[in-house]
């Protein structure tokens, strides 16, 4: 059985920072790519990144602008999403998802290649 677990969410303040995690099991991690997606209350899904399988690459929506950076631990099966200078705008359920059969992302990543989805964390940016 697939599961994908994210934890690492919270409160946190304008300009603050939180590191998101993404605990996986039960498929070939070594060979999935993972994604990185926000819903924000009333709004469309979006990608945020994604980290590709064969050369840990990764690749960021626009409106990420730095701020994020994505990795992986192939030895702790685990997917990492650290976030700094957080703005109210970044206030959303944040999700992971992996995806398998030779996936391989260039840029901001779309749900439809995804296998597997996580339950999400919500994170909050206020003050």
């Known amino acids: 059985q697939v599961q994908l677990a994210e934890s690492g969410g919270g409160l946190v303040q304008p300009g603050g920072s939180l590191t998101l995690s993404c605990a996986v099991s039960?498929?070939?991690?070594?060979?999935?790519?993972f994604g990185w997606f926000r819903q924000a209350p009333g709004k469309e899904p979006e990608g945020v990144g994604c980290i590709n399988s064969v050369d840990s690459s990764t690749y960021y929506a626009g409106f990420v602008k730095g701020r994020f950076t994505i990795a992986r631990d192939n030895a702790k099966n685990m997917v990492y999403l650290q976030m700094s200078s957080l703005e109210p705008e970044d206030t959303a359920v944040y999700y992971c998802a992996a995806a398998g059969s030779g996936y391989m992302c260039y840029g901001q990543p779309t749900k439809a290649p995804m296998d597997y989805w996580g339950q999400g964390t919500q994170v909050t940016v206020a003050s």
């Open positions: 039960g498929l070939s991690f070594d060979y999935y790519g």
